[in-house]
C-alpha cells in the first residue's frame, strides 16, 4: 500500500519553512525519509519508529504520529541544497521487515 | 571507496536485446534491492534479497531475472527488452530487511530504442 505525500511540489525562497506530510491508510511500524537530487541516487536522511519520535538532520526534523499513520518532514530555514524530491517510504506494522513501500515523491525548489 | 556501485551507467539498446546490469555492494550489508524509477520518478522495488534469499518478488514480468551469486552482488538480466523498461534502474543495499537504512548505487539509465 503505498503512502500518500502531500504536498506534490513545493517552491520556496533561501531561508523559508517547508513542511512535507506523508500518510498511510494502513498501521506503520515505521517511516524513512530519502532525499533525491536531480540525476542522482536516493539518500537517506533519516528513520522513524512508532512510538511518536521526532528526529533531526540539520535543519530537517521529522515527527511520526502512529495513531494517525502520519508523518511530517520539516525543513526550517531552507537552503539551496535542500532542492530535490523527498521520499517517505513505509513498513506497515503487519508486515514488519518485508514490504518497505516508497510514496510517489514531493519536489522542492529553493531558489535564491 | 563506492559502497554501492553499478555497471554500466548508462545502457542504450534495441527493443529484443538482452542486457544485464551489474551491482556490488562493500558494505557488509545482508539484503539488496533492485528500484525502479520511471519517467515520473515513481520509485517502485523490483525484487530485495537476503543473504542470496530471493524475499520480495514484486509483480514484475519474467523477462527480468534477478541473480545474487554471493552476499555482495545482485545482478539484473532482462530478456527481450521493450520500449517500456526505458528507466533508471537503482540497486540498494542495507543491513536487513525493511526497517533499516538503505544506501543506493548511482542508478543505471536504460534506454530501449
Known amino acids: 500500500q503505498q503512502p500518500v505525500q502531500s504536498p506534490q511540489a513545493v517552491i520556496l525562497r533561501e531561508g523559508e519553512d517547508a513542511v512535507i506530510n506523508c500518510s498511510s491508510s494502513?498501521?506503520?511500524?515505521?517511516v524513512h525519509w530519502y532525499r533525491q537530487k536531480h540525476g542522482e541516487a536516493p539518500v537517506f536522511l533519516m528513520i522513524?519508529?512508532?512510538?511518536?519520535e521526532q528526529k533531526g538532520h540539520e535543519k530537517i526534523s521529522a515527527s511520526f504520529n502512529e495513531k494517525k499513520q502520519q508523518s511530517s518532514l520539516y525543513l526550517t530555514a531552507s537552503q539551496l541544497s535542500y532542492s530535490g524530491t523527498y521520499f517517505c517510504?513505509?513498513?506497515?506494522?503487519?508486515?514488519?521487515?518485508?514490504?518497505?513501500?516508497f510514496g510517489p515523491g514531493t519536489r522542492l525548489s529553493v531558489l535564491p | 571507496d563506492t559502497a554501492v556501485s553499478q555497471t554500466p551507467k548508462y545502457l542504450v539498446t534495441q527493443m529484443g536485446n538482452d542486457k544485464s546490469i551489474k551491482c556490488e555492494q562493500n558494505?557488509?550489508?545482508?539484503?539488496m534491492y533492485w528500484y525502479k524509477q520511471d519517467s515520473k520518478k515513481f520509485l517502485k522495488i523490483m525484487f530485495s534479497?537476503?543473504?542470496?534469499?530471493?524475499?520480495i518478488n514484486e509483480t514484475v514480468p519474467n523477462r527480468f531475472s534477478p541473480k545474487s551469486p554471493d552476499k555482495a552482488h545482485l545482478n539484473l538480466h532482462i530478456n527481450s527488452l521493450e520500449l517500456g523498461d526505458s528507466a533508471v534502474y537503482f540497486c540498494?543495499?542495507?543491513?536487513?530487511?525493511?526497517?533499516?537504512?538503505?544506501?543506493f548505487g548511482q542508478g543505471t539509465r536504460l534506454t530501449v530504442v
Open positions: 540498494a543495499s542495507s543491513q536487513g530487511p525493511g526497517a533499516v537504512q538503505a544506501f
Open positions: 494502513k498501521a506503520l511500524y515505521s
Open positions: 522513524l519508529l512508532k512510538g511518536g
Open positions: 517510504g513505509t513498513v506497515q506494522a503487519d508486515n514488519y521487515g518485508q514490504n518497505f513501500v
Open positions: 558494505l557488509g550489508h545482508d539484503t
Open positions: 534479497y537476503n543473504n542470496k534469499e530471493l524475499i
